[in-house]
């Protein structure tokens, strides 16, 4: 069914302003509170993150998060073990991830804070189905007095597990991890196409039967010295389309903002410049009903737009916001290095032992197993690209 309401928001504000961006198309489309995709009424029998478009990595079962436990196991130690010590996972959909992890009580659990940060209503709810979410200024802010009275409150510790959930990132200062687990993918871009002597936009237009189209206009000087920076060193033809990730300049600022120490993990798609080019337009698809798609104007609101992140780019963008990137790898080998095979053996182990008796025990032994594949998978999760950041 077309979200209605998503189609008249766009043909009013091209009536009204003119061809828009994509960035301006892309935010309607998945974030409209009431029809977007992610957030609206075209997501109420489970579309987007509730896993009936497409699946992401905590989705597949437990072992993504048992593995992610383990990294922020290592987290917590390279930063001395605080106490509190904030995890802050941003798009945090229906709350998996985060039961799964305070399900494996990994050892930072005592000291653990976790904010989940989701604007979907529908997605909020879920999470409170999931999890037991605290009011935000008990899981932010428990404190008791100082010493002296005139000795600055503190943190009370040993509090953890806590968890709480807001719309947007916490405001102040935390030591922690930040963990965007598919989301950059998700942030508007605007579009740029080559031309012979300098870059035009891509925005959207309507025709004359009021179907959105594609409108080329010059590129304001500002977008063309960022779609060079996104091109890096890669040859560009004439014809040749890139995605200028704004929005997550924003994001990563806002992160580097909030972190006095620790680290930032986003996992995504991902590519070079010259990846993305060779691509042509296909680094930008649609999902829904798990089928993928190429033309983001059919049935807006209805469908996940999704969009590769310049990899050059990202790192650029970073080093702007503070950030220095520590590692970057595929989330199959992350995973790896994370423990991943010493998981699975035990898993095999467990169904050698029991598969007789074919009990819960040993049906998640070999589920394991099964996670393991399709978590590593370089053609599809495995293939996405981890960058670990830490404040510079």
């Given at each position: ?223 063309e010295r960022e779609a060079d920076l996104v091109a890096s060193d890669a040859p560009v033809k004439l014809g040749d389309r890139l995605p200028v990730p704004e929005a997550t300049e924003e994001f990563l600022a806002q992160v580097s903002e909030l972190l006095i120490g620790g680290e930032v993990v986003l996992i995504d798609y991902g590519a070079t410049a010259q990846q993305l080019l060779a691509r042509g337009f296909s680094w930008l698809r649609t999902y829904s009903g798990h089928t993928r798609g190429s033309d983001p104007y059919d049935l807006p609101g209805t469908r996940d737009i999704t969009c590769d992140v310049p990899l050059e780019y990202l790192a650029l963008l970073a080093n702007r916001a503070g950030l220095v990137i520590t590692q970057e790898t ?63």
């Amino acid at each position: 069914m077309v979200a209605l309401g998503v189609k008249s928001q766009l043909d009013e504000l091209i009536r009204r302003n003119g061809p828009i961006t994509f960035a301006e198309f892309q935010s309607v489309a998945l974030y409209d509170p009431e029809d977007g995709f992610f957030s609206g009424a075209a997501s109420t029998s489970g579309a987007g993150r509730g896993n009936r478009d497409f699946i992401t990595s905590p989705e597949v079962g437990s072992l993504f998060g048992v593995l992610l436990a383990r990294f922020l196991d290592e987290a917590w130690v390279r930063l001395g073990s605080p106490d509190p010590f904030f995890v802050v996972e941003v798009g945090a959909g229906n709350g998996r991830l985060a039961q799964t992890i305070i399900k494996s009580e990994p050892s930072c659990s005592s000291a653990l804070r976790y904010v989940l940060v989701e604007t979907s209503e529908r997605q909020i709810n879920e999470q409170r189905r999931r999890l037991s979410i605290e009011p935000t200024d008990e899981v932010l802010g428990p404190v008791v007095p100082g010493q002296d009275l005139d000795d600055p409150p503190e943190f009370l510790t040993g509090a953890g597990p806590l968890v709480t959930a807001l719309a947007d990132l916490p405001a102040g200062a935390i030591t922690g991890v930040v963990l965007a687990n598919e989301l950059l993918d998700n942030l508007p871009v605007r579009v740029v196409e080559r031309s012979d002597k300098s870059w035009l936009e891509v925005r959207v237009g309507l025709d004359q039967h009021s179907e959105l189209v594609e409108v080329l206009v010059p590129a304001p000087a500002d977008l063309e010295r960022e779609a060079d920076l996104v091109a890096s060193d890669a040859p560009v033809k004439l014809g040749d389309r890139l995605p200028v990730p704004e929005a997550t300049e924003e994001f990563l600022a806002q992160v580097s903002e909030l972190l006095i120490g620790g680290e930032v993990v986003l996992i995504d798609y991902g590519a070079t410049a010259q990846q993305l080019l060779a691509r042509g337009f296909s680094w930008l698809r649609t999902y829904s009903g798990h089928t993928r798609g190429s033309d983001p104007y059919d049935l807006p609101g209805t469908r996940d737009i999704t969009c590769d992140v310049p990899l050059e780019y990202l790192a650029l963008l970073a080093n702007r916001a503070g950030l220095v990137i520590t590692q970057e790898t595929s989330q199959a080998e992350w995973l790896g290095e994370l423990g991943l095979a010493d998981l699975v053996a035990e898993g095999k182990a467990v169904w050698n032992e029991r598969s007789s008796i074919g009990d819960l025990e040993a049906l998640a032994g070999r589920s394991r197993v099964n996670e393991a594949e399709a978590l590593t998978d370089l053609s599809g999760l495995g293939g996405h690209r981890v960058v670990i950041l830490k404040p510079r």
